[in-house]
């Protein structure tokens, strides 16, 4: 903002290329002044506009039954039955978190949930995607303790438990980690709130804290690459007010409940700019603001650095004509700050006040829907061949194989992290990271219904294949839910990748798009909110493409629900679905042979479906209270993790030593465990569905064994499977 | 039977308490707001719930021990009405002056979220009676500040006097004597740590909360 710069200097500072700041002289036929240049440039930033994006985000399936509101508004909305609507919403904040974790990650939590009170929803359910660097990276523990830290100090403050989630470790994510929040919430379907301004002539409401320094241009950092300098962009990150922020819901669904309200806008990323802008854009109709009125935390604060503060825990409304009053009188029973700062009108136009003169008057339509958008040339990922698994050796130390597979660090424990989140408050939670099993599950509130919640992404099947990856990612997510015995209705996705720029990394968004779509469609999953995170890139080397799915199902009825912590001695293990050896990219090669190539399991999607169909209704029909999905680490890993969770030994069929860790470690798809104590029965069952099923071992004694090939026992598996965490952090 | 539970700015389980002590107990449960001085009349029951009272940004509790409401709270234990305080209800429990001792930092300086195995201390007080011959009880516990301590003096009157109520079988957070819960010396205020109002049907993992709600309006 310094005057020595011409505008057109500042553009660049801003973010905005030379072509860019053409379009807006042309757009303004005139020089913008450094608020409306500010104001241009986070409106036009890659986290606001989509603009590398947008052209390809359009492939996504975002229709269906359920759907009652797909992507562009705060969050997605789903119909789940007898008048209820889920509310749900995954979104980065990937760069704030690698600069300040704690704040990063803890407004991370902050800024989704706002997306889905936004909308009248009670937040009821938090999940978090994470990806650190090398366990050895001399960054990797400050980072993991205070992004655990923030998420946990934001959640269990508001009172919202945290189910489920996912963490891996990989040196791709040394320079730039990834933190992903998604938020679920429970409303009406007849009471859901878009930010749409309904006409003229109506004030517009500021409620919340008050607007400081914080975050100036936060929405601009996230959209460019990190270099040496990042840290010193620490005054970009935003400070979260977890009590402020539980007072700002519950002052929100009060609201709501009065009827006061038009329409409403949480102040997130590029806050009262995106927000106003918006709410206006959407309606159609012009804004003009008081710059003066604005709650203010600070004294002496310029327009431009009001309009583009990312202070946390704050809501914009438009309310009812003669609604004033009902607003001021909750505001004030919940403490919060809040002013009518300006009304909607019929130009057009952003119009802004400030000590009497006129600060910014430009027009919606560029800022609003007429931002850049651009196809950027891409080139097919180059992509690894299929291994041959006949080509891959069997491991020298069975037992030292298995355990370098269930105790590696994505595989290994990660209570460490999850005790440190209440995932218990509403009690309503029946399924959490502790209980085993593959989705979080938390009851619809005074219902018999349930909601299951997961996480999915594979980064290095992305890495070696983004169209396959793309579609791994979804079909694990469904998978997942299916699992819990849920019907899998809709997701999120949260798209984390390199400088779009670059051929290569925009090749790798498009495929993984592509595959995701394809998923989407064949297992009728449509993508119903979204959020894109790009130039996730230090000095020029960019992460693992890492395309995050979050998923939503229904149950019905919340007592079929099963985990994989249910098994009992005695009972046999049943392997539903077919084993061709797909060893690529697999755990097994990473871990115990140091080896990241090879083509990622293929997804064949209606084979995924089918089998999944039959799962779920058998879970349905109570016939399996034992299940769990086959993804990282293969049988191997499945077997493992329902051995700790049931405190029940497994044995394993021995199989001839030469093909025994292609059938032990393959990673193929569309594969589900189950322990029963009737297999025939349930083999029947699934080879008159079509269906490959076979016995592959039995829960007996307190070993995890396999013939001659190892015999761990299972206190010694759990020791180290819980061991290496707590062991990283201690150092 | 009629309960209550106050609800502070930033109480997260107020909701929770609620829903526990209805299905629990079948009684009737009104919330009263923090800045209201009176209470419902004839009340048999109050809960204090958990959460983070103005975000624990003093002490944890510290605040809310100083709301107006508390004062009906203390008239009304006084009057030997049974009141619970839960997690951070214990908390401003102890900060009010109704409970003694004080909840540190946990020793691990860690939130800790999980199922507790708890031993029923003293199985002869209004909050214990239904336990009968249930010495050992599973509730899930989430707190930073945990930790319960208190002097020599008064620890050796608690032990003595039978005001512990709960303990920890396996202390999670470094409490003295491992102490979960306390009650006062007339037995009529319970606070503990561990939540009853998340445990109070089989499928939350534990329906051993109920037993407690229903064991203090059985002995109204």
Known sequence: ?731 | MSAAVIVFPGSNCDRDCKVAVERSTGARVDMVWHQDTTLPEGLDLIVLPGGFSYGDYLRCGAMAAQSPIMQAVKKAADDGVAVVGICNGFQILCEAGMLPGALLRNAGLKYVCKLVSLEVANPNTRFTAGYQDQTEVIMTQGNGDGNFFADAETLARLEGEGQVVFRYVDNPNGSVNSIAGIQNARGNVLGMMPHPDRAFEAELGSADGATLFRSVLDAA
């Not at chain 1, 269906?64 to 904040?93: L, Q, T, Y």
């Not at chain 1, 985990?563 to 046999?572: N, Q, R, V, W």
Request: glycine share 12%; charged share 20%.
């Open chain 1, 1 to 731: 903002m310094s005057a020595s710069k011409s505008m057109a200097e500042l553009a660049a500072e801003y973010g905005l290329s030379p072509a860019e700041y053409q379009v807006v002289l042309d757009r303004l036929g005139r020089e913008p002044n450094d608020v409306e240049l500010g104001v241009f440039s986070v409106m036009w930033s890659e986290h606001c506009s989509y603009k590398s994006s947008k052209v390809h985000l359009g492939k996504f399936p975002t229709k269906g039954p359920r759907v009652i509101c797909g992507p562009g508004e705060n969050a997605g909305v789903i119909d789940i039955d007898d008048g209820d609507a889920c509310i749900f919403k995954m979104e980065s904040h990937n760069h704030p978190s690698y600069i300040e974790p704690y704040q990063g990650a803890a407004t991370g939590v902050g800024g989704i949930m706002r997306d889905v009170f936004t909308m009248g929803a009670r937040p009821v359910a938090l999940l978090n995607a994470l990806r650190f660097g090398d366990p050895e990276h001399e960054k990797t523990r400050r980072l993991v303790t205070g992004v655990v830290s923030g998420i946990g100090g934001y959640g269990n403050c508001v009172g919202v438990p945290t189910v489920a989630g996912e963490t891996n470790f990989h040196r791709g994510y040394n320079g730039n980690i990834l933190v992903n929040a998604m938020c679920v919430g429970l409303a009406r379907a007849d009471s859901i709130f878009y930010s749409a301004a309904p006409g003229p002539g109506l004030s517009v409401v500021y409620f919340g804290s008050k607007t400081g320094r914080d975050g100036i241009h936060g929405a601009t950092m996230s959209s460019a690459e990190f270099d040496d300098e990042s840290e010193s962009k620490r005054p970009t990150v935003q400070v979260g007010d977890p009590f402020a922020e539980k007072l700002l819901i519950e002052a929100t669904l009060e609201l709501m409940a009065s009827g006061a309200v038009a329409a409403i806008q949480d102040m997130g990323a590029a806050g009262l700019t995106s927000s106003s802008v918006e709410m206006a854009g959407k309606g159609g109709v012009g804004i003009e603001l008081d710059m003066d009125a604005v709650p203010q935390r600070e004294t002496g604060m310029t327009a431009y650095e009001m309009m583009l503060s990312e202070s946390q825990e704050r809501m914009l409304a438009v309310l009812k004509p003669g609604r004033e009053e009902d607003g001021y009188r909750i505001f004030k029973k919940w403490g919060l700050d809040a002013a009518v700062i300006g009304r909607t009108t019929d130009t057009g136009r952003l119009v802004l006040n400030h000590h009497g003169k006129v600060v910014c008057d430009v027009p919606l339509a560029p800022l609003f829907d007429d931002a850049p958008l651009y196809d950027r040339p891409w080139v097919q990922p180059e992509l690894h061949p299929r291994i041959d698994p006949k080509d891959v050796p069997a491991p020298d130390s069975w037992p030292d194989a298995v355990l370098n597979v269930v105790c590696c660090p994505d595989m290994a424990s990660k209570r460490w992290l999850w005790e440190q989140y209440d995932r218990h408050v509403m009690a309503d939670t029946l399924h959490d990271s502790a209980t085993g099993a593959d989705a979080g599950v938390v009851r619809v509130h005074g219902t018999d219904k349930g909601l299951a919640v997961t996480s999915d992404c594979t980064p290095r099947y992305v890495q070696n294949d983004p169209y396959e990856g793309g579609k791994q990612c979804v079909a694990e997510a469904w998978r997942n839910l299916t699992a819990v015995g849920s019907r899998p209705i809709a997701i999120t996705d949260n798209l984390n990748f390199g400088n779009p720029q670059r051929p290569e990394i925009m090749g790798q968004i498009v495929r993984a798009i592509d595959g995701m779509a394809e998923a989407c469609r064949v297992l009728d999953f449509p993508v119903v909110s979204g959020n894109v995170s790009l130039y996730n890139e230090t000095n020029g080397v960019a992460i693992p493409p890492t395309p995050t799915v979050g998923a939503v199902g229904l149950l019905p009825n919340y007592d079929v629900t099963v985990g994989f912590g249910g098994m009992a001695e005695g009972e046999t293990l049943v392997l539903i679905g077919e084993t061709r050896g797909e060893l690529g990219a697999s755990l097994y090669l990473r871990e115990v042979l140091g080896r990241e190539d090879g083509a990622p399991p293929p997804v064949d999607l209606a084979l995924e479906r089918k089998t999944g169909d039959f799962v779920r209704e058998r879970i349905e029909a109570g016939a399996l209270t034992c299940v769990h999905d086959l993804s990282d680490g293969g049988l191997i890993g499945a077997a493992a993790d329902i051995a700790l969770a049931s405190d029940c030994g497994i044995e394993l069929d021995a199989t001839s030593a030469e093909h025994a860790h292609i059938l032990l470690f393959a990673e193929d798809q569309a594969r589900y465990l189950v322990a029963v104590a009737d297999p025939s029965t349930l083999i029947a069952e699934a080879q008159a569905a079509g269906l490959h099923a076979s016995v592959v071992g039995r829960a007996r004694g307190r070993d995890f064994m396999s013939g001659d090939l190892f015999r761990i026992p299972l206190d010694h598996l759990r020791e180290m499977h819980e061991g290496w965490m707590p062991n990283l952090i201690q150092g």
